[in-house]
């Protein structure tokens, strides 16, 4: 018998179960998907007790657009990703930004480990205030 691995991740939009009323579950591509959107969306310091969880991603969305700033975003979604979500392995990061449109999209690809099949994660970042 094969040893499978199941990932699980209370859903954070806190929708009740329809039959038992308690918090729904995310379930490994699912819950994966939701924690990788979830680090790169959260800012430094945002979590208690752990500061250093998360990505400055926030902040690079008021900067002046220069093709460098996608390199900085690159860098900043592949090291909060690596650094924090040991569930995966990175396999490429594209970041799509559209000035004229104030519009930034990117797409992140991974492997869950023990698996073979990639799974891409699109995201359309926005500047919040």
């Known amino acids: 018998m094969r040893n499978v691995r199941t990932y699980s ?15 729904t579950t995310l379930t490994n591509e699912e819950a994966i998907k939701s924690s990788v959107r979830n680090l790169v ?29 996608d390199v900085l975003m690159k860098t900043a979604i592949s090291e909060t990703i690596v650094n924090f979500e040991p ?14 449109n104030n519009s930034i999209y990117v797409s992140i690809e991974f492997v869950i480990l023990n698996t073979t099949r990639p799974i891409v994660l699109n995201l359309e970042l926005e500047r919040t205030r």
């Open 9 to 23: 991740d209370i859903d954070l939009r806190f929708i009740a179960h329809p039959v038992t009323g308690d918090v």
């Open 87 to 100: 569930r995966i392995k990175l396999v490429d990061v594209v970041v799509n930004s559209i000035p004229d």
């Open 41 to 69: 969306l959260t800012n430094f310091y945002e979590r208690k007790f752990h500061p250093e969880i998360g990505s400055q991603i926030n902040s690079l969305l008021f900067e002046p657009y220069s093709m460098m700033l």
